[in-house]
């Protein structure tokens, strides 16, 4: 059976039994969806109780890989190339997932940082991710509207999965239309290998400005 990290707008979520997940460990998959067209900064945080070394990279990009250390008791801050990890767009496999290995466990944090609209999370290490069959998705209805190319559209509701093992396949059933027009209700399949990404956002002429929002556009309950 495969493993995949399902990254939910800005959390990352996976699985049951919570009571078992530890949230240290040394081998870490995460991605950074989108926020914005770019975002002002990536960052990953590596926190450690011991002194020790850590990798990051992208495990889809030869030669992104960089070593860096973390004294005991401290935090290391790392700033990540937005060609090598940013997620935009939506429907289609994408080779932007990140990686953290570290020689002893630690824990990991990330940020993707854009004024007004910062988003992050705690990351689990991939030990601690249970094995799932089936994810479903809490999302938002978008309401607010942007105006960037002349033409009034929403800010789209998304989730973003990242592949922990090779030749992982996954059925999604979106419970809206999506950016590219998958039908609401209708299961489309995919497959992805370690370290993949694949984002589906909400159709950007879907969303609500009643208050309180109606359902429009929102991706909540997709599966």
Do not use: C
Request: hydrophobic content about 40%; overall charge positive.
């Amino acid at each position: 059976m495969k493993k995949l990290l399902l990254a939910l707008a800005t959390l990352f979520f996976a699985g049951s039994s919570w009571a078992q997940i530890s949230s240290k460990g040394t081998e870490f998959f995460f991605a950074f969806p989108q926020i914005d067209l770019n975002p002002d900064s990536m960052v990953v945080f590596v926190a450690s109780d011991v002194a020790t070394s850590f990798t990051v990279d992208n495990p889809r990009v030869v030669g992104s890989a960089r070593t860096f250390t973390v004294a005991a008791n401290s935090v290391r801050r790392v700033t990540m190339q937005v060609s090598n990890h940013y997620v935009t767009g939506s429907e289609t496999v994408q080779n932007l997932g990140t990686r953290v290995r570290s020689n002893a466990p630690v824990y990991v944090y990330m940020l993707n940082l854009k004024q007004f609209r910062t988003s992050g999370t705690f990351v689990l290490p991939t030990a601690a991710i249970p094995y799932n069959t089936e994810y479903i998705i809490p999302s938002y209805t978008p309401t607010y509207r942007t105006n960037f190319s002349g033409t009034a559209t929403y800010s789209q509701g998304q989730f973003t999965i990242i592949a922990l093992d090779d030749n992982t396949p996954i059925e999604i059933i979106p419970r809206v239309r999506t950016a590219n027009g998958k039908t609401a209700g209708t299961p489309f399949n995919i497959t992805l290998n370690r370290g993949q990404v694949y984002q589906v956002q909400s159709h950007i002429n879907d969303g609500s400005t009643a208050n309180p929002p109606n359902m429009n556009g929102d991706l909540s309950g997709s599966i």
